[in-house]
């Protein structure tokens, strides 16, 4: 089945720091991801969807100058945290849906980076 | 907005025993999506429901999705602990999914 991977998986920080965060499809091209967020036991809240090759569509209160997302290619999105605070500790997981026929009504999810800010 | 509601969002069953939980949505969609969630991790996908009526089964899980009743239940037979974790269903928006809160299954002995 179709894998997403992200890197890193755990990332600790200072605060005023930026962090970055890889997403790859690695067995199919992806045309959008998505980055969601989950805090501790809450349910998963949609941050964006990004488009391979145009800029990404930022959800309704997400600062889009705090959280940078570039899609550079079909296989692969970043989510740039920008002078991270304490605030921004979280559970960022993303989300590629599939190009091909196969794959395109499925989402698949990578592995999730937790991020801590001290 | 589309709403997205499950029910229960906390369920403690004992094993062997049976128990439905609810997944209903406010807006037109042809397309709803079951995930587990073990502590820690990431999304498992469970179910994707594209039609009204689809039906699917997998082990002691059994999803069944009517979209006219904007309706998805999630059946659990026969409970094991194995199948403690969070499930959440997921309504497709065209693009993205949203997500309903989420039931925390405890199965006990």
């Known amino acids: 089945g179709a894998v997403v991977s992200q890197h890193p998986s755990r990332v600790i920080c200072k605060s005023g720091t930026s962090v970055k965060i890889e997403c790859r499809s690695l067995?199919?091209?992806?045309?959008?991801m998505f980055w969601y967020r989950q805090f501790p036991k809450k349910s998963l809240m949609l941050m964006a969807t990004?488009?391979?090759?145009?800029?990404?569509?930022?959800e309704q209160g997400v600062e889009k100058d705090k959280f940078l997302i570039n899609h550079a290619s079909l296989t692969l999105s970043t989510l740039t945290v920008t002078s991270a605070h304490p605030e921004d500790s979280s559970f960022y997981i993303c989300?590629?849906?599939?190009?091909?026929?196969?794959?395109?009504?499925?989402?698949?999810f990578g592995p999730g980076t937790r991020l801590t800010v001290l | 907005e589309l709403k997205v509601e499950q029910n229960p969002l906390f369920l403690s069953m004992q094993e062997g025993k049976n128990y439905t939980i609810y997944c209903n949505y406010s807006?037109?969609?042809?397309?709803l999506y079951w995930y587990r969630q073990d502590p820690g991790k990431s999304l498992e996908s469970l179910f994707v429901?594209?039609?009204?009526?689809a039906v699917k089964q997998e082990g002691r899980l059994m999803a069944s999705l009517d979209t006219k009743a904007r309706l998805s239940t999630l059946h659990i037979t026969a409970a094991v602990h194995d199948l403690s974790a969070t499930y959440f269903c997921?309504?497709?928006?065209?693009?993205?999914?949203?997500f309903g809160k989420g039931t925390s299954l405890l199965v006990t002995p």
């Open positions: 989300s590629a849906r599939g190009h091909s026929r196969g794959t395109s009504y499925t989402q698949y």
């Open positions: 997921a309504v497709d928006m065209g693009y993205a999914l949203n």
């Open positions: 807006t037109t969609s042809d397309r």
């Open positions: 429901l594209l039609s009204n009526g």
């Open positions: 067995d199919f091209q992806a045309t959008t």
């Open positions: 990004s488009n391979e090759g145009s800029k990404a569509t930022y």
